[in-house]
C-alpha cells in the first residue's frame, strides 16, 4: 500500500504496511471503535490490563466493558512527571499499559510500558492525538520538561462515542498546524546531512493539514464534531509520520514549547498546553524559516557557546557544567552542511513558503477556538518570551533533527530573531 493511500484513506489501517519511501513498517494497528474487542484479542482470557486516565470515573463504563470481554482491569492515574510514575505499584500480573485520553494519557502509558518491558494500546478519546504513537514521551525533571524513550504502541482506536476535549481544541488544532514547521525541520536538516525525504510523505501529511484547516472552517466554535475530525486527522498523521520514521510530529516547535513550559514552570507563571505553545511557536517559525531558507551563500561565526550557557543557567536555573556540556555545537561540519541548505535552497524555499501559508491560513481559526477569540493569549507570552526560548531551545532540547538546530550551529538565530 502506497504511502498516500494509508494517509488519507478510511480507518482501520493494517499492521506492518510498507511504506514504499522509507522503508519502514507500521508497528501500530488502529481499529474503528473503542478497540475493546482488539484488546481482548491480543491477550489471553484473564489477562490485566492497566488502564491509565486522568480519572477513575472516565474510565469506569470502559473498564467495565473490559472485563465483560474476560480482561481485568486495574487503575492507574495518568503523571507526567517521572518521579510520580510508581513503577513498584503495577503488579507482575499486568500484560498491557492501555491509554485512555489524549497525548498526556499516552505519554505516560508509553513510558510504563518502557520500564516494564509491556506493550501500549491507546484509545484515543480526545482530539489532541498528534504524538500518541510517538516513540517517545514528555516527562517533568524537576522544572524541565524533557522527552524520554517510551515503547511504541502496537494498537490504538479512536472512540467516537466516548470523545470529550471540546476545552482541548486549540490545543489539538495547535499541535496539528505545528506539523508545518516540523515537516520543513525534516527536509532541511535531511538535506543538510547528506539525506533525502520522500516528496511523497510530505505531500500526503500537508494534504491533511489543508484537511485540518478546511474542517476547522466549516466548524468553528466548536462544532458537534469538531473533536472527532480533529483528531482522526491528528492520529493519521502520527500514523504517516511513524511509517515514515520521521520526528516530524515533534520538530522544533515541540522543542520551544517545552522551553516555554519549562521557563514558565520555573517563573510561575500561567503556562499554555503542548498544542497551544507548539502553535505560537510553529507561527513564528515559519516565517523564520522563510528567511532562513532565503540565505545568502556566506560565512557565518559560530555562536558564543559561554554566553548560551550563561543565559541557560539564567532562565532554566541548570546547573553551570550542565549548561556548559549543553551548549556546545554538536555538528561536525557546519561548513559543508551550511553549504548544503544552499544547495538545496530552492526547494526549502517552496516548504518553507507552504509552511507558512498553513500558519496564515489557520490564524483566525485558531483564535477563535477560544470562547474569547484569543484575547487571553495576549496576557500570556510576549515577543521578548518567544525570542527567548526560540534562542535557547536547540540547547535544552535537541530533537533528531531541526531546522532551529541548523539555524543554531550556523550562528544564524539572533540574526533572524
Not at 491477550?43 to 470502559?62: C, H, Q, W, Y
Not at 525533571?141 to 504502541?153: M, N, Q, R, S, T
Not at 489539538?172 to 533525502?196: N, P, Q, S
Not at 517552496?350 to 507558512?356: D, G, R
Request: charged residues 30%; proline residues 3%; aromatic residues 10%.
Amino acid at each position: 500500500m502506497r504511502t498516500e493511500d494509508f494517509a488519507t484513506k478510511a480507518f482501520p489501517f493494517e499492521k506492518s504496511v510498507e511504506c514504499e519511501c522509507g522503508g519502514h513498517s507500521l508497528i501500530t494497528r488502529v481499529a474503528e471503535g473503542d478497540g475493546i474487542a482488539e484488546i481482548a484479542g491480543m491477550l489471553p482470557k484473564g489477562s490485566v490490563a492497566a488502564v491509565i486516565a486522568e480519572s477513575e470515573d472516565f474510565t469506569r463504563d470502559f473498564m467495565r466493558a473490559l472485563r465483560r470481554q474476560g480482561v481485568a482491569t486495574r487503575f492507574i492515574l495518568s503523571e507526567t512527571d517521572e518521579r510520580k510514575l510508581r513503577i513498584e505499584d503495577v503488579g507482575d500480573e499486568v500484560r498491557l499499559f492501555i491509554a485512555y485520553g489524549g497525548e498526556r494519557e499516552a505519554d505516560c502509558a508509553k513510558r510504563y510500558g518502557k520500564l516494564r518491558g509491556l506493550p501500549v494500546f491507546v484509545c484515543v478519546c480526545s482530539p489532541d492525538a498528534v504524538t500518541v504513537l510517538d516513540g517517545y514521551c514528555e516527562l517533568w525533571d524537576g522544572d524541565v520538561l524533557v522527552l524520554k524513550e517510551g515503547a511504541v504502541p502496537v494498537g490504538a482506536a479512536l472512540a467516537r462515542d466516548k470523545l470529550y476535549g471540546s476545552h482541548n481544541l486549540p490545543s489539538a488544532f495547535g499541535g496539528i498546524c505545528a506539523v508545518a514547521a516540523g515537516l520543513f525541520d525534516r527536509e532541511a536538516y535531511a538535506r543538510a546531512t547528506g539525506k533525502t525525504r520522500c516528496a511523497v510523505v510530505r505531500e500526503a501529511a500537508f494534504d491533511l493539514l489543508y484537511a485540518a484547516l478546511d474542517v476547522a472552517a466549516r466548524k468553528e466554535r466548536a462544532g458537534a464534531d469538531l473533536p472527532f475530525a480533529l483528531a482522526e486527522i491528528a492520529l493519521k498523521l502520527s500514523l504517516l509520520a511513524q511509517a515514515d520514521g520521521g520526528c516530524w510530529v515533534r520538530g522544533a516547535a515541540d522543542e520551544c514549547a517545552r522551553a516555554a513550559s519549562s521557563l514558565f514552570r520555573r517563573e510561575e507563571r500561567r503556562r499554555l498546553t503542548r498544542g497551544e505553545f507548539a502553535y505560537v511557536f510553529g507561527a513564528v517559525l515559519s516565517n523564520v524559516y522563510r528567511e532562513f531558507a532565503r540565505m545568502p551563500r556566506a560565512f557565518t561565526p559560530p555562536p558564543d557557546n559561554n554566553l548560551r550557557a550563561e543565559r541557560i543557567s539564567e532562565y532554566f536555573g541548570i546547573d553551570e557544567l550542565a549548561s556548559a556540556k549543553l551548549a556546545v555545537g554538536r555538528m561536525k561540519n557546519v561548513g559543508l552542511a551550511a553549504y548544503r541548505v544552499h544547495e538545496y535552497g530552492e526547494e526549502l524555499c517552496e516548504i518553507a513558503e507552504e509552511s507558512a501559508r498553513v500558519f496564515a491560513d489557520a490564524k483566525r481559526r485558531f483564535k477563535r477556538m477560544y470562547p474569547d477569540d484569543g484575547y487571553g493569549l495576549t496576557s500570556v507570552i510576549d515577543a521578548s518570551d518567544v525570542k527567548t526560548v526560540i534562542a535557547l531551545a536547540p540547547d535544552l532540547y535537541p530533537v533528531r533533527g531541526s531546522a532551529l538546530t541548523l539555524m543554531r550551529e550556523f550562528g544564524l538565530l539572533e540574526r533572524y530573531l
